[in-house]
């Protein structure tokens, strides 16, 4: 899915709506942001656009997102913290068996 346009605060969105769905976003090198990282918080250079003046960040560009509906929680590459999925691990054992 390509980047959605930035709202009026000039931010990319932190949940998919309607639903309130969490949402990965995904850079040029593979790598997985959540949604503050992807707006330039916590220290990140992430940008829909490459910087004329910084070449060098070319792994920062945000090339997709992804409305993250099931699976395990992911990691950020950036800050390390975890988004979970709106509905969980299908594969994740409750010890029922």
Known sequence: ???KPRDENGKLPYYAWPGDYP???YTVDG???CSACANG???SLASELLDKDCPNDWQWLLVALDVYYEGPAVECDHCGCFIESA???PYE???NE
């Open 93 to 95: 054992s409750e010890g």
């Open 23 to 25: 949402l990965l976003y």
């Open 41 to 43: 918080e916590n220290g």
């Open 87 to 89: 509905y969980g691990d």
């Open 1 to 3: 899915m390509k980047i």
């Open 31 to 33: 790598g997985t942001l």
